[in-house]
């Protein structure tokens, strides 16, 4: 079965860092492109990057400068590093395996940033 698995969140004060990582498994890894999503408290989910099995990487406004994506496909693993980080980052953050025909979510790591 697939099982898609985050860590690495916690409570940073602002202008901070985290590294959050996914592990992948019951997927042929190198198929997917991998992203991270997040959903703040009373807001929708909403994308916040992604990297193509190729390593073609693409963020959102909100974070570009701030976060990098990156993969390891011998681990069948994707991380997100977030320096500088915000009150505003503060949410629940998933990570997602997509093809055309699949789509597959985690359960979510919590990132707070408060002081």
């Known amino acids: 079965q697939v099982q898609l698995v985050e860590s690495g969140g916690g409570l940073v004060q602002p202008g901070g860092s985290l590294r959050l990582s996914c592990t992948a498994s019951?997927?042929?890894?190198?198929?997917?492109?991998m992203a991270w999503y997040r959903q703040g408290p009373g807001k929708q989910r909403e994308w916040v990057a992604s990297i193509t099995s190729g390593g073609n990487r693409n963020y959102a406004g909100s974070v570009k400068d701030r976060f990098t994506i990156s993969r390891d496909n011998a681990k069948n693993t994707v991380q997100l590093q977030m320096n500088s980080l915000k009150p505003e980052d503060t949410a629940l953050y998933y990570c997602n395996a997509w093809t055309a025909l699949s789509n597959y979510w985690g359960q979510g790591t919590q990132v707070t940033v408060s002081s």
């Open positions: 019951g997927i042929s890894f190198t198929a997917y492109t």
